[in-house]
């Protein structure tokens, strides 16, 4: 079954029709909020909002364990996550949707792993291509169908948060390769691999990352949440279409 995780922006998805929602419960305590069972296409489909009801829960303080560990055991198979990120790279700017190859994890102090209890053994998962390459396909495909021009690679830089980057650590960012950069694609890519899903990110750029572009003094917030709702209906038209990729699939 395919879910979806929604990011900034993406608090339900619009063209699914509602069966059920769900309070789950897992051993990594509480998800970011209820699971939502339903169908789109005549796919079925689950969903959870990162960031719980109401925007709540901020990047560093998600229970990404909970939240993963609560859609695996809800019978997610593929997980299409959404995040809203800042563009570093030439070819990202604001309102680019991407869908990144590779991961760099900038962040600390999250609960990252799903080994570090006395009663589970310490696997260490390969996690040399972090995504799903099925997925990302499926993505592109899903894209193409409703045709939504997406960058189809790139480097997710995790950043920690709350606060968003100086100009000299995207300098540096950039320099170790990343081209786009984000709050929340990590532990939450990794945990996914434990758990054997497969995981893609579908990126949604709301800014210039600090320095770049016109955020070379500044981000502006207002400029981002304009951006955000400018393109949520494009990742609600891929998103739609990935249930069609879904359905024909063997
Ligand atoms: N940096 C980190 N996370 C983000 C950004 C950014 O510029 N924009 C949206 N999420």
Redesign the pocket.
């Known amino acids: 079954m395919l879910a979806v995780i929604g990011g900034s922006g993406l608090a339900g998805l619009g063209q699914m029709n509602v069966i059920r929602r769900e309070i789950a419960r897992t051993p990594f305590g509480e998800p970011s909020g209820p699971l939502t069972f339903g169908e789109m296409n005549d796919v079925p489909m689950l969903f959870i909002a990162r960031h719980g009801p109401g925007h709540i829960h901020a990047p560093h303080r998600i229970n990404y364990r909970a939240n993963v560990w609560a859609l695996k055991q809800a019978g997610a198979t593929d997980v299409l996550a959404v995040a809203?990120?800042?563009g570093i790279a030439d070819n990202t700017g604001p309102g680019v949707i991407a869908v990144p190859d590779q991961i760099i994890d900038y962040t600390y102090g999250r609960e990252h792993t799903f080994c570090d209890g006395s009663d589970r053994n310490v696997v260490h998962v390969d996690f040399t291509r972090p995504y799903s390459d099925e997925l990302r396909d499926a993505i592109g495909r899903a894209a193409a169908l409703v045709s939504e021009p997406v960058v189809a690679a790139g480097v997710y830089g995790a950043?920690q948060?709350p606060r968003?980057?100086t100009a000299a650590e995207i300098a540096r960012i950039a320099r170790d390769g990343a081209t786009l950069?984000?709050?929340t694609g990590m532990p939450e890519a990794a945990l996914a691999r434990e758990l054997t899903l497969r995981y893609a990110h579908l990126c949604v750029v709301?800014?210039w990352?600090?320095g770049c572009g016109n955020s070379i003094n500044m981000?502006s917030h207002e400029n981002?949440d304009s951006t955000l709702d400018a393109s949520i209906g494009r990742v609600q038209r891929i998103i739609a279409a990935l249930a069609l990729v879904y359905k024909d699939r063997p």
Do not use: C, D, Q, R
């Open positions: 809203a990120v800042g950043t948060g968003l980057e950069v984000g709050m709301s800014n990352a600090a981000i981002i």
